[in-house]
């Protein structure tokens, strides 16, 4: 599931750095740490789920949406955060071989 974290509009040393992450496994570990997290606590914001699980809210932020886009999460309804106080989504597991295709 090795996605590029770099925007296309980023500069060359953010591209450099990205590749970094990519090749010595830290994304790996990352989207795995953060894929038991939410399988661990399903329905929380991200922002919950960094407190109850002690990863990084802003790693979190960024890892999520990858994850999404590999098909290993999906974005659950928006409810009000334990945390901020704020709406905000909820994400939940999906099981290998399940797919929803939701319109929330």
């Known amino acids: 599931m090795s996605m590029h974290p770099a925007r296309a509009t980023d500069p060359g040393t953010s591209h450099e750095a990205a590749r970094h992450f990519v090749a010595s496994g830290l994304q790996a570990a990352q989207h795995a740490s953060t894929a038991a997290a939410v399988k661990i606590h399903p329905g929380l914001t991200s922002n919950e789920l960094s407190k109850r699980s002690s990863l990084d809210r802003y790693m ?3 890892r999520l949406p990858e994850l999404l886009e590999a098909g290993a999460v999906w974005r659950g309804p928006k409810k009000p ?5 704020r709406s905000a989504c909820t ?3 999906v099981a290998p071989g399940e797919t929803f295709n939701l319109a929330l």
């Not at 955060?81 to 106080?85: D, P, R």
Request: proline share 9%; charged share 20%; aromatic share 18%.
């Open 60 to 62: 979190l932020a960024r």
């Open 81 to 85: 955060c334990e945390v901020s106080g």
């Open 91 to 93: 994400w939940w597991p």
